[in-house]
């Protein structure tokens, strides 16, 4: 953020001067771009697309994982043992992040997200959600909230926990691959 704001500052007193040198006249009816508007412009593009490069990672110009695509996952819920899969889409920039995961009997979307990057065993996805069984759930499937927390293993793989709202007092392991 710092630095995109020295930029900002930096290209606008530049194309200040280089008005003031060929002594361009801006009209009046016609605002000279700001720092803040320059900072808003700059900010848009990194946090869409810039902050995916993978040389900004490496310089650890950027830090935060770039999780976006779709996962295959499979999961083991303490109800009765049971495993299944599901399709998990991830839509991230730099500053938001939301997932939603699709599975035969249901639909779930997360609330809340965040990417935690300072902990001892790597970068962890944790997030709430809201899960709505389909049509042909069973029956004592009902829509409900949970928790899910994944540690990031390697570039493409997801694996942690999740647990669901508090009449439903279920709980699992979860891991994804990146498709």
């Known amino acids: 953020m710092?630095?995109?704001?020295?930029?900002?500052?930096?290209l606008t007193y530049g194309f200040h001067l280089l008005l003031d040198r060929l002594s361009v006249q801006w009209p009046w009816w016609a605002e000279a771009p700001s720092v803040v508007g320059v900072f808003r412009l700059l900010y848009g593009i990194f946090d869409r697309w810039l902050w995916r490069m993978k040389l900004l990672h490496r310089l650890g110009v950027v830090r935060i994982p770039n999780l976006n695509g779709i996962w295959d996952a499979e999961g083991v819920t303490s109800f009765e043992g049971e495993k299944y899969?599901?399709?998990?889409?991830i839509n991230q920039t730099w500053t938001h992040i939301s997932i939603i995961m699709e599975t035969?009997?249901?639909?779930?979307?997360?609330?809340?997200?965040s990417i935690?990057?300072?902990?001892?065993?790597?970068?962890?996805?944790?997030?709430?959600?809201?899960?709505?069984?389909?049509?042909?759930?069973?029956?004592?499937?009902?829509?409900?909230r949970g928790t899910a927390v994944?540690?990031?293993?390697?570039?493409?793989?997801?694996?942690?926990?999740?647990?669901?709202?508090?009449?439903?007092?279920n709980y699992g392991s979860l891991s994804l691959k990146k498709v």
């Open 85 to 89: 899969k599901a399709k998990v889409i």
């Open 116 to 144: 935690l990057i300072n902990q001892p065993e790597g970068s962890t996805l944790s997030y709430e959600y809201r899960n709505e069984p389909k049509p042909n759930a069973r029956p004592t499937m009902h829509a409900h």
């Open 104 to 113: 035969q009997f249901s639909r779930s979307h997360s609330l809340t997200a």
């Open 2 to 10: 710092f630095r995109i704001t020295l930029f900002s500052i930096v």
């Open 150 to 169: 994944l540690r990031l293993k390697g570039e493409n793989y997801l694996e942690g926990e999740y647990y669901s709202g508090r009449d439903r007092q």
